[in-house]
């Protein structure tokens, strides 16, 4: 998916300049400044991504906090400790979550509970983790998703109880929440910034953006190194997540060039444009990939070995199989894919 052969559409930079910022990485339950009034923390993860990054904003008489990392005895505790050092007794004002993805919403209800605070999200993503914290309502529909990728009854129970184990995760939603609108400004400290929604990597996903400091807080809109996953939704399963997510490329590449951006994993770094044309060559380098392969048909899981040409662990699955149906379903819509059922009912996708 990396290999720059197969790009055609867009030019590829071909050395990207994407220069992480000189800041040293903050030790856990320590701050470190980013720019005036805008701290950088980190809360560990035990996943193979093993920590996440969360901002925390000078606010008036408070603090606005974006993302909380996990609902867990060791995040609850560092999170006393940096009030208990760093807030200098003031208190939470809001907490601001960009997506409802566990890493970033799991503390949410317990820190929202602490300080009385309300949580900022979109509506989408609110509704998204209501959904997900419904077990029932979505275990139900996972057998459904998955086996007409082409896999059988037993392996596509198993990933549904896989997909649903990170509920424990989370604290319980605050029940009233202020949903953050696409294009709204709001005013946190002494800067402003703009709200973007994009769908994609999720429903609706935020990233604030200071046109004045030249400052972008990108949740897992951009990152540096990983490319997020963009997965068709059990919601939605016939949803076309790959064209809101290039369309969002389109809008970030709007953004000034020189802008300092704070991903939710790995380095700040400069480089936004360069960035988000490397993610822009890696997908219509799967999407020609795909076109080559399809011309013979085949189910997602014979395409997975073939996109992706590693042991997939089971987590990987869910998100490998979900991002490969998402480049499907767009070459689909531009009628460059056709789509039939055989007769196990696997979809199998072939050329056009
Ligand atoms: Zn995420």
Redesign the pocket.
Known sequence: MMDEDGATEVNTPKHAQITTANFPIPSSGHLQQVAPGIFWLRMPLPFKLDHINLYLLEDGDGWTVIDCGLHNTETLALWQQIEDQCFAGKPVNRVIAT?A?V??LGAAGALCQRWQAPLWISQGEFDSASSYLNPQHKQAKYPGFFMPLGINQEKAESLSKLGTGLAKLFAPLPEQVRYLQDQEEIAIGQYRWQILLAEG??AAHAVLYCAEAKILIS??QVLPGIS??VSVRIDEPEGNPLHHWLEAIDRLLQLDKETLVLP?HERPFSGLHARLMQLKCEHHDTLELLTTQCSEAKNVFQLLNVVYQRELSPFDIILASGECLAHLHYLLDKQQMRKTVDEQGHYLFQTV
Request: charged share 20%; aromatic share 0%; hydrophobic share 10%.
């Open positions: 997506h993805h890493d970033h990597h999720c949740g897992d997020s996953n939710a």
